[in-house]
DNA sequence: ATTGCTGCAAAACGTTTGCACCTAT
DNA sequence: ATAGGTGCAAACGTTTTGCAGCAAT
């Protein structure tokens, strides 16, 4: 039933930690979050559950997304739409995005870097390092080569 | 009456130069988003301006807002909640912000080594650089200490 | 038996839009 | 004269909430 067994006891631990409850509903949305190669938001999850026939409500959705963000098996993305954004953490490596303004791509990168910019940044301020996000916005270079190009 | 010449030359260049209309209600605006220290968002100033008995419409607030960024008077931000944020970037340094998970604080800091990751990675996948957003998700140290933590 | 979770629909929230009127050009 | 801007209220899209019934503990 639950396709992600190793993802699953995590959550489990992490549901049980919290006194959560264990419940059907949040590892459908699990298996179905870890599933998307890429990112995501909430509701594009909904719909792709909703076609696959599941009975999982929008509520539960969301709620649910918030869980496996807390537990780290998902992270949380934010590209300046005013749209949340999930992505998988689980067995992935971390990287970061680069959003073109023109032609709207969005393309993962990585850099070792950023990660000792963090922790410089936490020691000298005094806090514990928790996450970051560093999205590069850029244009394309030959708009006219760019078969996603669209304008403005 | 308008309060920042400097920056309404700017402003008024912009504006031309892309045959918008130079409105009193633009200045308005303008006048009113530099003279906030921090971050805000286009609500908030939309309030601001109201207590201080302006007419200026929310409409116009947010599209004003949108112009200002254009031409590089502000900088919208994205702290991770689904709300757009702007900052005055006149007269101002660069910076990005760190912000703490525990107890809300926002604190910007500055490092001149992530404009030069920006220029790396736009150079090697082949983009023009435009902006970029780069925020530390941090926790109180001492949450006992900090007089902002408020539990979760 | 008791909490907590679910689904549903409605509300909330920040933002955008349509439209009639107005104003900068 | 006319293209573009304004204010208002209504619509929008995403997310959250209230509540009655249900299910995990």
């Not at 179905?32 to 999982?56: Q, W």
């Not at 990287?95 to 950023?114: P, Q, S």
């Amino acid at each position: 039933m639950i396709k992600n067994k190793q993802a699953a006891e995590i959550f489990r631990e992490f549901l049980k930690n919290g006194k959560n409850r264990i419940t059907p509903e949040r590892f459908e949305v699990m298996d179905a979050a870890l599933e998307i190669d890429g990112h995501f938001s909430a509701d594009e999850l909904y719909i792709i559950m909703k076609n696959n026939k599941s009975r999982v409500s929008r509520a539960t959705v969301y709620k649910t997304l918030e869980l496996l963000t807390q537990c780290d098996l998902l992270s949380l993305r934010n590209f300046g739409d005013n749209m949340k954004r999930y992505e998988s953490n689980y067995k992935r490596q971390n990287h970061d995005h680069l959003i073109c303004l023109d032609c709207g791509r969005i393309v993962e990168f990585t850099n070792n870097k950023i990660k000792k910019i963090q922790e410089e940044i936490c020691d000298a301020l005094g806090y514990e390092p928790s996450t970051y996000s560093f999205n590069l916005f850029v244009r394309c270079k030959n708009k006219k080569e760019c078969p996603y190009y669209h304008g403005n």
